[in-house]
């Protein structure tokens, strides 16, 4: 496995490759991460996984600065999995211009995630659109736990005509349920045991939508005072239609729900597909 910062070595690098398959990352690595990982390597012999934190994405308030970095252990993993190559740049690699160049999303990205984390899916964008540049992939692959940033990557695929594929993969999660994600590390131990309560209500909302009942504001909301009453801070709980992210309405078939909720210090965000049956 090669380990690359600088993007011209990168690029000589891959020029041999008639095929890549690309995941992103922020580093601190975990199995969820593996499993994109391991579903880009049915696409390509040739894998690149990119490791930056991208400090476009975070707000002044947020946890740029204490944001898992945790290289070499990442490195480890992914040598023991067989990857190819990483990219790990500076941020002056990524960045050495001001970036005053931005990817604009559209208006559902000021919706859900975006409403609480203003800027945060053009930081993204612009850094997504900049690594698709950079690694020229023909394949790259997001996790569906990042639902509203996973559908809004395809939409940019399609709408700037970039010539790659999307795949999305399924959350991976603890025995518990927990969606794994690299900000479970910040939640101490009583927390982490309450965490996997978020799973629960959303599988409690899916269960019963997927059983013919119709209320989903009314579902969403008890599980918003669920978690309130367990001392969980709910940002949004919603079910929505798969594609367009609009709110969900009754006779929509696919459908999913969407959670974003502070534990203590730590913002953890999930999403469960659900489908409706005629
Ligand atoms: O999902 C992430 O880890 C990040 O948002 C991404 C896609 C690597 C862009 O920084």
Known sequence: MEII??????RARLQRESRIAFVPTMGGLHEGHL???????????????????NRLQFAPTEDFSQYP????????????????????PDDTEIYPVPQDFLIEPPSFANTLEGEFRPGFFRGVMTVVFKLFNIVQPQVAVFGKKDYQQMQLVHEMVRQMNLPLKIIACETTRAPDGLALSSRNRYLSSE???E???????LSEIKSVVEAGNGEFQQLCKKACETLTYYQWEVDYIGLHQRDTLAPAEVGDL???ILAAARLGVTRLIDSLEVSVKH
């Not at 990982?37 to 990119?50: M, T």
């Open 5 to 10: 910062t600088d993007t011209l070595k990168l």
């Open 35 to 53: 499993s994109l990982v391991e579903r880009a390597q049915k696409e390509a012999d040739c894998v690149v996984v990119s490791i930056f934190v």
């Open 69 to 88: 970095r945790t290289l070499e252990d990442d490195c480890n993993l992914l040598k023991k999995k067989g990857v190819s190559v990483v990219f790990a």
């Open 191 to 193: 927390e982490r045991v």
């Open 195 to 201: 965490a996997a309560r978020l799973y629960r209500v």
């Open 254 to 256: 696919d459908l999913v």
